[in-house]
């Protein structure tokens, strides 16, 4: 059973950072993508970035240059946000895409203030 717990999520002011973390227990196969996404108030649940196990990333173009996600082992990922917007905020979750299927994490409030 795999489960994601995310964690660093908060009140900031515009411009300011955060640093959100996403840890997994269970097995992790060897072959996997790890992808953070977020979800404002009535809005749909967007894909913010993605990290695979052989390290490639990918970003939202709204957030290239800001956010930069990475991992130091199988079963840590990162999400540093820098220069964070108010519409930035949002519930933000981590996915996990492997074998197994797909597994979420339960999320973590961000929030900027203008």
């Known amino acids: 059973q795999v489960q994601l717990v995310e964690s660093g999520g908060g009140l900031v002011q515009a411009g300011g950072s955060l640093r959100l973390s996403c840890a997994a227990s269970?097995?992790?196969?060897?072959?996997?993508?790890m992808r953070w996404y977020r979800q404002a108030p009535g809005k749909q649940r967007e894909l913010v970035a993605g990290?695979?196990?052989?390290?490639?990333t990918n970003y939202a173009d709204s957030v290239k240059g800001r956010f930069t996600t990475s991992r130091d082992n199988a079963k840590t990922v990162y999400l540093q946000m820098n220069s964070l917007k108010p519409e930035d905020t949002a519930v933000y979750y981590c996915?996990?895409?492997?074998?197994?299927?797909?597994?979420w994490g339960q999320g973590t409030q961000v929030t900027v203030s203008s």
């Open positions: 269970g097995t992790i196969f060897p072959i996997y993508v």
């Open positions: 996915n996990l895409q492997q074998a197994t299927g797909s597994h």
């Open positions: 990290i695979s196990s052989g390290g490639t």
